[in-house]
């Protein structure tokens, strides 16, 4: 299977400059990219606050893992460097879905289980997939409407920054 979303974030350095380097670096692969958004962390909140966006990517010759490993070759190329669980990070690319595809696999969980949770993946996908659905849960936008209004509000849109 090779259509995907992806979710990007950063909250380190050239912030935005990290989330274009995946729309540059996925080239023709990306479809549709959603409008960044300036977001409170979440997890571990005493942090700076992130860019997020995401994008669908599709391509034939690609499968999940695919997915997984293009996203993690960027993370790298961004310098960045693991250290603490939701903790700050150059750049995050997580695989929020890839068609027809679920995986309990520990090293690729598919649908990301902390999507539903996460109304800073569900915000700008909602904006580019307005009818989208995660798998085994429904609607994304009844997902963004179940949770807690300032998980919402702590999403805000910037018209100023572009990613294409
Ligand atoms: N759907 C997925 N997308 C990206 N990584 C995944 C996915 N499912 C499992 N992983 C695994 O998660 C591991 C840790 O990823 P990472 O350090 O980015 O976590 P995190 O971003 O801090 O937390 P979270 O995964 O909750 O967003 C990776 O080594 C990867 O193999
Ligand atoms: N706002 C926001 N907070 C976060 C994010 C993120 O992408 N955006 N990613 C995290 C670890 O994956 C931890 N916290």
Same mark, same amino acid.
């Given at each position: 299977?090779?259509?995907?979303?992806?979710?990007?974030?950063?909250?380190?350095?050239?912030?935005?400059?990290?989330?274009?380097?995946?729309?540059?670096?996925?080239?023709?692969?990306?479809?549709?990219?959603?409008?960044?958004?300036?977001?409170?962390?979440?997890?571990?909140?005493?942090?700076?606050?992130?860019?997020?966006?995401?994008?669908?990517?599709?391509? %034939?010759? *690609?499968?999940?893992?695919?997915? &997984?490993? $293009?996203?993690?070759?960027? @993370?790298?190329? +961004? !310098?960045?460097? /693991?250290?603490?669980?939701?903790?700050?990070?150059?750049?995050?690319?997580?695989?929020?879905?890839?068609?027809?595809?679920?995986?309990?696999?520990?090293?690729?969980?598919?649908?990301?289980?902390?999507?539903?949770?996460?109304?800073?993946?569900?915000?700008?996908?909602?904006?580019?997939?307005?009818?989208?659905?995660? %798998?085994? *849960?429904?609607?994304?936008?009844? &997902?963004? $409407?179940?949770?807690?209004? @300032?998980?919402? +509000? !702590?999403?805000? /849109?910037?018209?100023?920054?572009?990613?294409?």
């Amino acid at each position: 299977m090779s259509r995907a979303v992806l979710s990007l974030g950063s909250n380190l350095g050239d912030r935005l400059g990290f989330l274009k380097s995946v729309i540059d670096g996925l080239g023709e692969a990306v479809v549709t990219v959603s409008s960044v958004y300036e977001t409170a962390a979440w997890g571990v909140t005493d942090q700076p606050d992130f860019l997020n966006a995401v994008c669908i990517v599709d391509d %034939p010759a *690609r499968d999940h893992w695919a997915w &997984l490993r $293009a996203g993690q070759a960027l @993370e790298q190329a +961004a !310098g960045r460097v /693991r250290e603490q669980r939701w903790g700050p990070r150059t750049l995050d690319v997580d695989v929020v879905t890839v068609d027809g595809v679920t995986s309990e696999d520990p090293r690729l969980l598919l649908p990301h289980p902390g999507t539903p949770d996460r109304a800073t993946v569900l915000i700008p996908w909602l904006e580019i997939a307005p009818d989208a659905e995660l %798998p085994g *849960r429904g609607p994304i936008r009844d &997902l963004l $409407a179940a949770l807690p209004a @300032e998980d919402r +509000a !702590g999403v805000r /849109r910037r018209p100023d920054l572009r990613l294409r």
